[in-house]
């Protein structure tokens, strides 16, 4: 099976660097994907790494470590409107699976 | 946008009431969802349709009934039910054959009020 685990909240503010990380336990995956929600509104894909390392897409970035079974996802030059939920995401081996979504962290960015 | 579009947006039913949702999507994909998120809860996942074939019930109750006529079209139908089924629903789409990326795409939902 496979199981996920992130922080439930976390707080920052504006202008600050700010690390989402996700754990999990699974038995092999495609790559680890970052989605953000915002209240009320659906889930939005953000990033996605296939293999170890680092990816950066403007402010965000992602970072997958297979041999630690650990992602994060990096915000930088936070804003107001970076406040939202943040979703790691796998997609087991195993046939069309569909995606494991962790729990879900509540960003706060305060002014 | 992100290709995947709901109908409706909002909806408040009685419980004894009978409504379907519709979701469709443009992008050609072959794998289909519906979800459920209830407030400050994570996603759940209630049905999986791959190639129009259900592959996955999370054993959902059967006052949801999901039907996926082709590839392009997802419904859930909705009977009976319940207030603690009032939540926001989610229909999403990916498509499989290019494992380097697994990007879902989620429609913006329909928001149900069940009174």
């Known amino acids: 099976g496979q199981s996920l685990e992130q922080p439930s909240e976390v707080t920052a503010v504006e202008g600050a660097i700010v690390q989402i990380n996700c754990t999990y336990q699974?038995?092999?995956?495609?790559?680890l994907s970052w989605y953000q929600q915002h209240d009320g509104g659906a889930p939005t894909f953000l990033s996605y790494n296939g293999l170890d390392g680092l990816e950066e897409t403007g402010r965000f970035s992602s970072f997958l470590s297979r041999s630690d079974s650990y992602g994060y996802l990096l915000l930088q030059e936070l804003q107001m409107k970076d406040s939202a939920s943040y979703f790691c995401?796998?997609?087991?081996?195993?046939?069309?699976?569909?995606?494991?979504f962790g729990k879900g962290t509540m960003l706060l960015v305060s002014p | 946008e992100t290709g995947v579009t709901q109908t409706p947006r909002h909806l408040v039913m009685g419980m004894t009431n009978k409504k379907s949702l519709k979701c469709e999507q443009h992008l050609g994909h072959n794998a289909m969802y519906w979800y459920k998120q209830s407030a400050k809860k994570p996603l759940e996942l209630m049905f999986v349709?791959?190639?129009?074939?259900?592959?996955e019930n999370n054993s959902v109750p059967s006052r949801f009934s999901p039907e996926c006529p082709n590839s392009s079209h997802l419904f859930l139908h909705l009977h009976t039910l319940q207030p603690e089924d009032s939540a926001l629903y989610l229909c999403?789409?990916?498509?499989?054959?290019?494992?380097?990326?697994?990007?879902?795409?989620f429609g913006p939902g329909t928001r149900l009020t069940v009174l």
């Open positions: 999403a789409s990916i498509g499989f054959g290019n494992a380097s990326t697994d990007t879902q795409y």
């Open positions: 349709y791959n190639f129009k074939e259900q592959t």
């Open positions: 995401a796998v997609r087991p081996r195993s046939g069309y699976s569909t995606l494991t």
């Open positions: 699974t038995s092999g995956f495609y790559g």
